[in-house]
């Protein structure tokens, strides 16, 4: 059911304790709303954490359960990279010009279907990002690598710094296990089924076909996932009606 939405986030005002008023905006859009009003930013944010995200990394843990979800359209959209790939290690070590602990963690690509990474490439990330470490508290990278997983990423672009992350606070992680039937499924731990909610009307006549075959099996395979991103990748985003 595609339905066209008017109502945009408003101002409206909240008095302080101790006296005046302060502004506070309100968030309507359909994604927000289905995540219970725990949204970062409204529906034009990016949340580009490559461009300005070590400090939101940092922070990972906490805003965790804050962060807005983000459809299959909108990530797609985000990632600068997005590829299927084994994981073949993780190291940290300390980045002299950042003064910050980084994680280095490298692949080899299976699939791109969008940057085209090939063979064997490495990714920085802020903080410590690997899986096995002791380390806890605030410093750790949003998506945690263990050598040997599989996944399929969707990547910002890389920082001045030469640091990314997956997009959306490690909603572009998807980790590819095989399910209690021995078929393959593709998924980032967040909420999978919000990964089809709010997508345009060209997106669905894209991949509502394979949407909903996603949506009755509660998830798929790494193919079949970065089939509906390369379908997606061509949309040039524009204002017109969203799906519920």
């Known amino acids: 059911m595609v339905r066209e939405l008017r109502r945009r986030p408003e101002e409206r005002s909240e008095r302080r304790p101790g006296g005046g008023r302060v502004a506070r905006r309100d968030d309507h859009s359909p994604v927000a ?15 580009d954490l490559s461009a300005c995200g070590v ?11 804050q962060v807005r979800p983000l459809n299959l359209e909108e990530m797609t959209a985000r990632a600068d990279r997005i590829l299927s790939a084994r994981c073949t290690g993780v190291k940290l070590r300390r980045d002299r010009d950042l003064d910050q602990t980084v994680t280095e963690v490298t692949f080899t690509a299976h699939r791109a279907v969008k940057g085209g990474a090939r063979g064997a490439f490495t990714i920085r990330l802020f903080g410590d990002g690997d899986a096995a470490s002791p380390r806890e508290g605030s410093n750790r990278a949003a998506s945690l690598f263990r050598p040997g997983e599989e996944v399929v990423l969707f990547l910002y672009p890389d920082s001045s710094a030469g640091l990314t992350s997956p997009v959306g606070l490690g909603q572009g992680k998807f980790l590819v296990a095989r399910s209690a039937k021995g078929d393959e499924v593709a998924s980032n731990g967040f909420a999978d089924g919000r990964l ?30 970065l089939d509906m991103a390369a379908a997606l990748d061509s949309i040039r985003p524009g204002p017109g009606p969203r799906s519920k």
Do not use: C, H, Y
Not at 204 to 217: P, S
């Open 33 to 47: 709303r289905q995540a219970g009003g725990a949204a970062v930013g409204d529906g034009n944010d990016d949340m």
């Open 55 to 65: 400090v939101l990394l940092a922070l990972a843990p906490a805003l965790a359960s």
């Open 196 to 225: 089809f909610r709010g997508l345009s009307r060209e997106a669905l006549k894209r991949i509502g076909a394979e949407a909903a075959r996603w949506e009755k099996r509660g998830g798929g395979p790494a193919d079949s996932l």
